[in-house]
């Protein structure tokens, strides 16, 4: 897997208190099988390409069945023949403090 993709999506519609329709985009990560991780301020993807646009683009077809607006921001770093980015690139800034730092 190459790709590390981060993103956070939310309707601007819908009030100050999004979390039931950031649960829905949590359902269909889940059921892509990527690797991911979720954090307060968004969630990191692994896989190909194709495969981690692809759940973007299912989130925001999911959350524009009822939202007339909707924001996302999206980061990008792709790297050939990476493995296991999601726990790599921590390991290796905790390698260069000698340290473990609070990642959950």
């Known amino acids: ?3 590390l993709l981060e993103f956070s999506m939310w309707p601007m519609d819908k009030g100050e208190s999004v979390g039931a329709y950031v649960a ?11 690797p991911y991780r979720l954090h307060a301020m968004g969630t990191i993807l692994e896989g190909e390409w ?8 299912k989130c925001f077809e999911q959350m524009s069945r009822d939202s007339n607006r909707i924001a996302c921001t999206i980061k990008v ?9 999601l726990r790599s ?9 000698g340290r473990k730092l609070v990642t959950d």
């Open 50 to 57: 194709s495969q981690v646009f692809s759940v973007v683009d």
């Open 77 to 85: 770093d792709w790297r050939r023949g990476r493995k296991d980015g």
């Open 24 to 34: 829905r985009s949590l359902e269909i990560v889940e059921a892509s099988g990527l």
């Open 1 to 3: 897997m190459s790709v």
């Open 89 to 97: 690139k921590v390991a290796g800034v905790e390698q260069h403090l």
